[in-house]
């Protein structure tokens, strides 16, 4: 059997990691500012994360839902610390789509309603209801039906009002900030009029925090730098480090109700371990503090006369979530910042290169990630 082919490989293949350093099979030494695509939170092999996930593997690694899990409990407690969601519960579930799909199942159970409002160029997931609200037809099958779903551009608030005040919707789905799109933001005004709607018709607010989220925006949650509160968030990606995850976190007006939601990996005990060595690694080592002054850093560095760097039109995004926006006489400059230069990032579409770094960068690293562009583009 070989591997069904729905990637598109680099002929890389990195086997060991340290922090933001990478080597491939052969030795070759890279830099990674693309954090396995906004996974690798506290750096790659942290040692805290080692000793804690090999501790619970040598005890016990995985029971099922049916008995009494402590480490579940100690998460969401922690976690609602963290992120000052304290009165909201959890749901653990094994990676983002899947947060998606629990958390807009919850909605549509909780208000009796079926639809769902979404934006253009959203991208929430690839299972049946995730997908249906991301605004990609090329990934959906005609099996992944949205007939349930209306898109509507980001930031427009009278179409927001034009769909919701039916009040047909269940929820509304956003991400706190749009990263496969190219990295686009909905404004502080946007969000507090999606707040008040939602209140108003009856919507259920579902923040898709699972790229922007976990401390990667200088905020534990990207839509709290606007202030507002979800009725519910979907997280995955950094939670556990690479470990699969996902997690949904429920406001308290939602009720619980017996086979509501289910799973059988979800919230397992070296999942759970491996998110809580998270925690104690962005609270140890201060690392929200340092995406968002690492942010700050590269901000100042790709605006050197207070204008955008001559190889990009714009530099969009929050803390260690960066969009640039790459002009065109620059084409295939990510390729090359890789093979020539050994920089790992990230993508969105041909002209947009997305820096999604572990929290722990330093401005050593980022220096020397500036000195090969400006070597490349000079
Ligand atoms: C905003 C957002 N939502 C959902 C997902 C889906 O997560 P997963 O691939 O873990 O299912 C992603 C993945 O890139 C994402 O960026």
Redesign the pocket.
């Known amino acids: 059997m070989d591997l069904f082919k729905v990637y598109k490989l680099w002929d890389i293949e990195p086997v060991r990691g340290l922090d933001t350093t990478l080597w491939d099979k052969d030795g070759n030494e890279y830099t990674d500012l693309y954090g396995g ?2 996974v690798i939170s506290i750096g790659h092999s942290h040692p805290h994360y080692i000793k804690m996930l090999s501790e619970q593997l040598a005890k016990l690694g995985f029971y099922s839902n049916a008995v009494q899990n402590s480490l579940q409990k100690e998460l969401a407690r922690r976690l609602g610390k963290s992120c000052g969601y304290e009165d909201y519960s959890l749901f653990l579930c094994n ?6 799909e629990n958390a807009m199942k919850a909605a549509s159970f909780h208000t009796g309603r079926a639809k769902m409002l979404a934006f253009s160029r ?6 049946s209801g ?1 997908v249906a609200v991301t605004d990609n037809p090329k990934i959906r099958s005609p099996f992944n039906t949205c007939e349930n779903v209306t898109y509507i551009p980001l930031n427009d608030i009278e179409a927001a009002e034009k769909e919701l005040s039916s009040r047909l919707y269940a929820g509304v789905i956003i ?2 900030i ?3 799109a190219g990295i686009y933001e909905p404004t502080d005004g946007f969000l507090h009029e999606l707040r008040r709607l939602c209140t108003k018709y009856g919507s259920i607010l579902i923040l ?5 989220g976990y401390g990667r925006t200088g905020k534990f949650f990207a839509h709290q730098h606007s202030g507002i509160r979800a009725d519910i968030i ?1 997280t ?2 950094g939670m556990a480090n690479g470990f ?1 995850i ?1 997690g949904v976190i429920i406001s308290p007006e939602i009720r619980p109700e017996y086979g509501m939601l289910g799973t059988t990996f979800g919230g397992n005990h070296l999942a759970c371990t491996a998110a809580l060595a998270v925690l104690d690694v962005l609270e140890n080592e201060h690392l929200i503090e340092n995406a968002a002054k690492m942010g700050e850093y590269f901000r100042a560095a790709f605006h050197p006369d207070g204008k955008p760097d001559h190889a990009i039109s714009e530099y969009r995004g929050k803390g260690l979530m960066i969009g640039l926006q790459i002009r065109q006489e620059y084409a295939g400059l990510r390729d090359r910042l890789l093979f020539e230069e050994h920089f790992f990032t990230g993508a969105a579409g041909a002209d947009v290169i997305r820096l999604l770094p572990s929290l722990t960068i330093s401005v050593a690293t980022a220096s020397r990630f500036m000195d090969s562009w400006h070597r490349l583009t000079r």
């Open positions: 695509h906004a990676s983002g789509a899947e947060a998606n959203a991208f929430h997931g690839r299972t995730a991400e706190g749009q990263g496969i898709d925090e699972i790229q922007s979907t995955a990606k699969p996902g």
